[in-house]
């Protein structure tokens, strides 16, 4: 596709209950990241896969959350047990490559709903 | 540090008249510089961006000065229209590598 894509754009869950979140950065991006926006605030960063290089993890707010990125390009972020305060668009971007200060390009997000 | 702060969080302007929002960032290590632009529920929209090697870069109605002494920068918009209604977040990379830290954004709103 032409721009990074999300799935699924909405998701409504019980408190307690593990999701997953799927996205697919635009072809050729090695660079991946996720970050989370609540409702009127800007967006916090997650975490940052580039290309086979361990990823940097440093923004996950606890242990419930873990991100993986297969074969270098689709990546799921996973929220175990979760909580009402997880409430939040997921938004996934993708950039070129390594070199710093690539343009990072945004999906739709995923709006995710905890009961 | 890698905070970034933007002011003010709210801009009202008349259709036609300029709008600019300025940022400050922390980071000395800090050399990219994006904007992004955000309708409501929509995914946000890069706009211009700007490296420490420049000092100003502009794009039509668009333009962005970068001081690194000062650590700031600023969005400016030009004979603004409606369609400039938005949220506006600024941005820089953490320690110059490729991780962004955001501000908080800016809502625009252009009065017809």
């Known amino acids: 596709g032409a721009g990074v894509s999300q799935s699924p754009s909405n998701k409504v869950t019980e408190k307690g209950k593990d999701v997953e979140l799927r996205c697919d950065p635009i072809?050729?991006?090695?660079?991946l990241y996720w970050y989370r926006q609540s409702l009127g605030q800007g967006l916090e960063f997650l975490i940052y896969?580039?290309?086979?290089?361990?990823?940097?993890k440093s923004g996950l707010p606890s242990d419930r959350f873990s991100a993986e990125r297969t074969g270098g390009s689709v990546s799921t972020l996973t929220i175990q047990r979760t909580q009402q305060e997880d409430s939040a668009v997921y938004l996934c971007?993708?950039?070129?490559?390594?070199?710093?200060?690539?343009?990072?390009?945004f999906g739709d997000g995923t709006r995710l709903s905890i009961l | 540090g890698e905070n970034v702060e933007q002011h003010p969080s709210t801009l009202s302007v008349q259709e036609g008249d300029s709008a600019v929002i300025k940022c400050t960032y922390s980071d000395s290590a800090s050399n990219y510089f994006p904007w992004y632009k955000q309708e409501l529920g929509k995914r946000p929209q890069l706009i211009i961006d700007i490296r420490s090697n420049v000092g100003e870069k502009k794009d039509q109605r668009i333009a962005v000065t970068l001081n690194k002494t000062a650590k700031h920068f600023s969005l400016h918009i030009t004979e603004t229209q409606p369609e400039d209604s938005a949220v506006y977040f600024c941005a820089a990379n953490v320690g110059g590598n490729n991780r962004l830290a955001f501000g908080k954004g800016n809502q625009v709103v252009v009065i017809p």
């Open positions: 896969f580039q290309g086979n290089s361990a990823p940097d």
């Open positions: 072809s050729g991006h090695t660079a």
């Open positions: 971007a993708s950039s070129l490559g390594s070199t710093p200060g690539q343009p990072q390009h």
